[in-house]
């Protein structure tokens, strides 16, 4: 298989920023059982990263390092020049509220509208909480309703989120991530629960706004094909390992699938 470090997929000519992400010999252990073991990336703005390997293979466990939900076991983790395993809960908050995160289960409250649940996106900037759409300054609701309707939704702004197809609830929850101006997005499986062409959907709608706004997107995906549909590079993950980093273009199915065959808890 190809292995690339990120200094290979970036243009050598072009002058780049510092690493949106950088992981330097990071481990992560749950009691005996080694889930990453030695790990080394850099993700550069901009970049959307298609994060594949089996289940167990670690991606999950990754995502969490990086926004801090997990303390690395070893090494080091810098994220928008913060190492989030050293940040007080202040910091990690701020941090946090610049790092957005598009879970597989969408993370929605059913009960609210698309409107309420994408407000819910700007309460980082906000003193007091909110109860009710009506609460939010008129600035934010204006700007609440322009992500909805960029994610195709702004007519179904008052209906409630658990009336709402699967796809389109995690449209919602892209506007959502959209009101926090994210310069960074993780999503984690965030098609798995949806049929092929709101999967299609989702992840375009995801990759024109990166490209729209300049985010940078690390997305764990199973679904091979959708990963080199969307994604600039793909970096793949066994047995708490990486074993490919390349650009898509210089992939193909076949080889991200060899990853995939004879691997643990696959």
């Known amino acids: 298989m190809t292995s690339m470090t990120a200094e290979d997929v ?24 080694t889930v990453l073991a030695g790990v080394d990336l850099d993700v550069h703005p901009g970049e959307f990263v298609a994060l594949v390997g089996p289940s167990g293979a670690g991606k999950s466990t990754l995502l969490r390092l990086l926004n801090g939900s997990h303390r690395p076991t070893t090494g080091r983790i810098d994220v928008l020049g913060t190492d989030p395993a050293t940040c007080g809960r202040r910091d990690l908050r701020r941090l946090r509220s610049r790092v957005g995160f598009v879970f597989q289960q969408f993370g929605l409250v059913g009960r609210l509208s698309a409107l309420e649940n994408v407000l819910m996106g700007a309460l980082g900037s906000l003193r007091l909480p909110r109860y009710g759409a009506a609460t939010y300054p008129r600035a934010l609701r204006e700007r609440a309703v322009a992500n909805l309707e960029r994610v195709g939704l702004a007519d179904e702004r008052f209906q409630r989120c658990d009336t709402l197809s699967g796809g389109q609830q995690q449209r919602v929850a892209i506007a959502r991530t959209l009101m926090q101006e994210a310069e960074l997005v993780l ?55 990486f074993v490919l980093d390349t650009p898509t273009a210089e992939t193909d199915e076949a080889e991200i699938r060899s990853v995939y065959r004879n691997a643990r808890d696959a």
């Open 10 to 33: 970036r243009d050598p000519g072009t002058v780049t920023a510092a690493p949106s992400i950088a992981l330097r010999d990071v481990g992560m252990r749950f009691g005996e059982k």
């Open 187 to 241: 999503a984690d499986e965030p098609v798995a629960s949806l049929d092929p062409n709101a999967s299609v959907s989702v992840l375009e709608t995801l990759k024109k706004l990166a490209a729209e706004d300049g985010f940078t997107v690390v997305c764990s995906l199973h679904q091979v094909d959708l990963a080199l549909m969307v994604s600039d590079r793909v970096v793949a993950v066994r047995d708490g390992s």
